[in-house]
Structures are given as C-alpha cells and as structure tokens.
C-alpha cells in the first residue's frame, strides 16, 4: 500500500468542505438580494400631471409631455407653439425645458386690455366717451354684464356620433365622454372649426382628430381607426371627419372631448339633449 495517496486523504475532505461552506454562502446571498433587490422601474414616460400649469406664461416640460400635449393642454395649435418657441423638430424636448405658452398666435391672454370688457364669447366692449365734452354722470352704478351659460343652442354643437354613453365626463378620470361604435362608423365634426391635430403622437389618444372653434374651444375626437381631415384643413358642422375604431383602446368607440382654454369641460353642457 502506498502511504503517500492516503495522506493526502484529510486535505481533499478539508478541500470539499470549503468547497461546500462557500456555495452555501454564495446561495444565502443570492437569496438575500433577492429579497431586497429594488423594485422593477417603469421606464415609459409618464404625464405627471392631468392640468398643466404655467407660471408667468412659462411652462416647464415634465416626464411624458409631448409638443403635442403641452399643445392640447393650452388650448393651442401645436404648430403656434412650436414657432413661439424657435423648436425645428417637435419631437425633441427635454424635462426641465421651459416653453413659452403665451404670445404665441391663438394663446389665451392673462387679462384683458385697458378700457375694454370681455365676454366669453369673444367680443370686445369699447366704452365710448361722451359727446360734446360732456362730464360723464357720476356715482352711476356700471351696469353688470354677465356672459351667457354655453348651451348646445347658442353654439351649435352636435353630437359627433349616436352612440350611447358608456363612460361620462369626470374630472381627473375621464376628460370626455366615451360612446359605443363599430370599427368604420362615421365621425362627424360637433362645431365648424380647423384642424389643428390629426396623427398619433398623443399616447393614450390613439388615432385623433383635434379641431379648433371660436371662443378658445377645442374638440377632440380620439381612437378612431382612419382620419380623414389633414391639419390646417377647415371644416364643417356636421362633416365627416374620421372613422371609428379602437385604436389604443380595448374596444370600438369614440372619445369625445371639449376644452376651454385648454381645460377638459364637460361635453355635455355643449351638446344637446337627445
């Protein structure tokens, strides 16, 4: 019998015991990171906000925004935009990036002029002074001017398409209405106006139409499955404008949207009552 073989016996079991010890802890640290490894990120770009805000005209782009939405949001054409802003490709902004959202042509103004009143539907009140030099009466009390509710009458809506309503206007949930359709019903323009939009950039809109009326209002017509109206084309009440479908949606139907200075209202005080 040779000696030398078996005295190296202790050495190999000493060997595949550290062997051992050391894959175990190689597993008990796999485990542990496991259990406290940081969760999962969501990369996509999300909006942080359903209102945008601007300070002083100025807003600053946040995650998820999109020339387009910035756009919608502000109740402008994204074109205004773009060239209020010097930008050459629509596509590249940057989080932080501040954007003029005043000035540019269609803005809604902060205020109104000197000497003028407003009224919601656009027109200008003038004071006219008094004639022959005459002092004005004093202590009369100004006579309060009151702009009119909007109803379907004095704006002329109609509904974009007959469908029931299978979700209604809620403020943070739901911007608009959503109406049952089939895939290639007719979409019709609710109010004469020109398309400011017409594409799918606007994630979560799928394929949509966004129009331009008086009285700083948009409508917006979203999932559809063809559009038919380019932008900076005019159109009118009651035209064909797009074909339903369920583009990033789940199921055929229309989302209809009206806004105010950008803001989401709702449409059912446009629309008249069926």
């Known amino acids: 019998m040779k000696r030398g073989v078996f005295e190296n016996l202790p050495l190999l079991g000493h060997t595949r015991a550290l062997a051992v010890g050391f894959a175990t802890l190689i597993f008990l640290g796999a485990c542990t990171t496991t259990g406290n490894q940081a969760p999962v990120v969501d990369r996509l770009p999300s909006r942080s906000s359903d209102s945008a805000v601007a300070t002083d005209g100025i807003y600053t782009v946040k995650a998820g925004d999109t020339l387009y939405s910035i756009a919608l949001d502000f109740g402008l054409d994204w074109r205004e935009l773009a060239r209020a802003n010097n930008l050459s490709d629509p596509g590249k902004l940057s989080i932080g990036q501040k954007l003029r959202v005043t000035g540019a042509p269609g803005a809604v103004a902060g205020g109104s002029a000197s000497g003028t009143i407003t009224e919601d539907s656009g027109v200008e009140i003038t004071p006219i002074p008094p004639a022959g030099g005459a002092k004005p009466i004093e202590n009369a009390p100004a006579p309060e001017i009151k702009p009119p509710a909007p109803t379907a009458v004095t704006l002329g809506f109609i509904w974009p398409h007959p469908g029931e309503i299978v979700q209604g206007y809620k403020p943070g949930v ?45 409508t917006a017509y979203a999932h559809n499955k063809t559009l038919l109206v380019k932008e900076g084309e005019p159109v ?39």
Not at 243 to 264: C, I, M, N, Y
């Open 174 to 218: 739901n911007k608009g209405i959503d109406l049952t359709a089939k895939v290639g019903d007719p979409v019709l323009a609710s109010q004469a106006g020109r398309v400011v939009y017409s594409g799918n950039a606007l994630r979560g809109y799928g394929n949509l139409i966004i129009l331009k009326h008086d009285n700083n209002l948009l």
């Open 236 to 274: 009118t009440k009651g035209q064909r404008i797009a074909e339903a479908g369920q583009s990033d949606t789940d199921r055929p139907k229309l989302h209809f949207e009206v806004r105010k200075q950008g803001k989401p209202v709702d449409p059912m005080d446009y629309l008249p009552a069926r």
